[in-house]
């Protein structure tokens, strides 16, 4: 019949605004996901690798103290002329000189350290890129 015609139902504008704002709210909602899933992984992967770290330090400084009674007792053996605080003093001295190289050294490196979750930033970064393109 003349009367049985199809015709292309094309989405009302309504309903494209209304799909891409829930896009949107999706996309945000999934990159606040790896936001807090990047962060959550750098949490706990950063304090396993404290725990040994501290540990380590602990028993490394016991065994310093340890060691450098011992060395100034050596330098006293070495020098019997010295007296005793001379050779404390000395390995004293050493020790600190040593010891703040060493805090110089890691406030540098750690100076260089990004504390932010990169690839999730580069992800919404290239969102909202998009975003704004279109």
């Known amino acids: 019949m003349a009367t049985d015609f199809e015709t292309d139902q094309q989405p009302a504008v309504s309903s494209l605004v209304a799909g891409i704002v ?13 936001f807090q899933v990047e962060i959550k992984n750098d949490i706990r992967r950063t304090v396993m ?17 340890v060691l450098l009674f ?4 050596f330098v006293c053996w070495l020098f ?5 605080w001379v050779g404390f003093a000395s390995v004293g001295g050493l ?7 060493l805090i110089f050294w890691g406030k540098s490196q750690l100076s260089a350290i990004n504390p932010l979750p990169e ?12 975003k704004t393109k279109n």
């Open 80 to 84: 019997p002329d010295l007296p005793t």
């Open 70 to 73: 011992a060395a100034a007792y």
């Open 119 to 130: 690839v999730a930033l580069q992800g919404l970064k290239e969102n909202l890129q998009w």
């Open 49 to 65: 690798a404290l725990i040994p770290l501290v540990v380590g330090g602990v028993v490394a400084f016991l065994g310093g103290i």
């Open 95 to 101: 020790v600190l000189l040593v010891g703040g190289g």
């Open 22 to 34: 829930q896009d949107a709210k999706q996309l945000f909602t999934e990159q606040m996901t790896l």
